[in-house]
Each structure stands twice: as C-alpha cells, then as structure tokens.
C-alpha cells in the first residue's frame, strides 16, 4: 500500500513539473508572440512605404494628366477665339456690305423721289 507521505511527494512533483511545463509553454508563447508582432510592425511599415510610393506616384500621374488637359483646354480655346473671330470679321464684312447696298438704294430712292416732287 502507497505510502501518504509518498503520493503527497508525487502529488507536489507532479505540481511543480506541470508549473515548470506551463511556464516553458508561456515563455515560447511569449518568444512567439514577440516575433509575430515584430514581424507584423515590419510588414505594416512595408506596407505604409508602399502606399506613400504608390500615393505620390498617382499624384504625379494626375498632375501630368491635368497639365496635359489644361494645354489642351488653351489650345482649344485660342482654336475657337481664332474662329469666332474670323466669323466676327466675316459677319462685319456682310453687314458692312448690306449697309452700303442699302445706303445707295435709299440714296437712289431719295433721289427718284426729289425728282419726283
């Protein structure tokens, strides 16, 4: 028959190499957990370079893009300037036109009716 003395010294071993075995299991957690946040820290500050890459890149695409589109804008705008000016001047040379051609109509009917009175 086991002695008591003998199963509370089991007892009591059996404690401190389940202690001794949970503080192993905690520390490689420990060490584990140290190495995934490090490599999660290291990974996020890839990924916030990356993205400031990517951001001033795009930035510089849509500046280009926008200079282009203000060239073409101007471009546009003196094209249509030329144009609406060459009808402005076209459209003066018709109304000057029809003003003299009226002016010596009424000039002739001025005159048939000076001699008609």
């Known amino acids: 028959m086991p002695n008591l003395e003998d199963i509370k010294r089991k007892a009591q071993n059996a404690a401190y190499t389940a202690t001794e075995k949970a503080q192993d299991a905690a520390a490689a957690a ?3 957990t140290e190495v995934f946040v490090t490599s999660a820290g290291e990974k996020a500050e890839e990924l916030r370079t990356y993205a400031g890459e990517k951001m001033e890149a795009f930035t510089d695409y849509v500046g280009e893009k926008a200079g282009v589109l203000r060239d073409y804008a101007g471009e546009k705008a003196e094209a249509f300037m030329a144009n609406a000016g060459g009808k402005a001047g076209a459209l003066r040379g018709i109304a000057g036109e029809k003003a003299g051609a009226f002016l010596d109509y009424a ?3 001025a005159g048939t009716l000076k ?3």
Do not use: D, F, H, N
């Open 30 to 32: 420990g060490g584990k």
């Open 115 to 117: 001699e008609a009175a």
């Open 107 to 109: 000039g002739a009917k």
